[in-house]
């Protein structure tokens, strides 16, 4: 079992649907991560949360919009989606920002399927 | 040239056997390297990472990281069935150390 939950595991949405990812950490940990990742194919960076703050978004489109309310939660909204960002979305978390010895421990991820 | 750079594969090799999977990368200040493993359907799982030069060994795995040559490489000893996975290497580049960029990964099949 992983110490990174994310809910919901599934999520089947249409392209005018809005809805929301949801992930939690109770490690401590102080840096935050988005992945997101295709069919065969490495997980690929969206967002970065150091210490609360967004500190690295690598040109996602805005229809994906993060949010960290506090050092344990991470959400991801999501609004207006098109199919081909149907994928898998992960979690994860690492206990410092930046550190050598500073690890990701990712979620279980949610399966996203936009029709 | 992609900044970190592994073999896809897929490698077979029986079991029993030393399993060797190779990783390049592309910025030379890199700090931190990771070796994660990925089941079919399933997150990845951290294997083990290291950032000095030279061999780190936990368990059957041997990670060894040789920076001048920017090179870094996990060995699996006594190769099992269950070994057989995806290995993504993943790389904290000097330029953002909060980043951490995967290869591609390569794929390890363990034959009985």
């Known amino acids: 079992d992983t110490e990174v939950t994310q809910t919901p595991k599934h999520l089947v949405m249409g392209m005018t649907n809005k809805k929301s990812l949801k992930c939690e950490q109770h490690?401590?940990?102080?840096?935050m991560y988005w992945y997101k990742q295709k069919a065969k194919k490495p997980p690929e960076l969206m967002f970065v949360?150091?210490?609360?703050?967004?500190?690295i978004n690598e040109s996602v489109p805005s229809r994906f919009s993060p949010e960290c309310p506090n050092s344990s939660l991470l959400n991801l909204h999501l609004h207006a989606l098109q199919p081909e960002d149907s994928a898998l979305y992960l979690c994860?978390?690492?206990?410092?920002?930046?550190?050598?010895?500073?690890?990701?421990?990712f979620g279980n991820g949610t399966r996203l399927t936009v029709t | 040239q992609k900044e970190v750079e592994q073999n896809s594969g897929p490698l077979s090799v029986p079991e029993g056997a030393i399993a060797s999977l190779n990783c390049t990368y592309s910025?030379?200040?890199?700090?931190?390297f990771f070796w994660y493993r990925q089941y079919s359907g399933k997150s990845p799982e951290l294997i083990m990472f290291?950032?000095?030069?030279g061999d780190k060994e936990d368990g059957r795995f041997t990670a060894q990281l040789n920076k001048a040559s920017q090179y870094v490489s996990l060995l699996i000893r006594d190769s099992q069935p269950s070994d057989s996975a995806t290995y993504l290497c993943?790389?904290?580049?000097?330029?953002?150390?909060?980043?951490?960029?995967f290869g591609s990964g390569t794929r390890l099949s363990i034959r009985p």
């Open positions: 994860a978390s690492s206990p410092l920002p930046g550190q050598t010895n500073s690890p990701l421990h």
């Open positions: 490690m401590g940990h102080r840096a």
């Open positions: 949360y150091s210490y609360e703050k967004l500190s």
């Open positions: 910025d030379r200040g890199s700090q931190s």
């Open positions: 290291i950032y000095s030069n």
């Open positions: 993943a790389v904290s580049p000097y330029s953002s150390a909060s980043k951490i960029i």
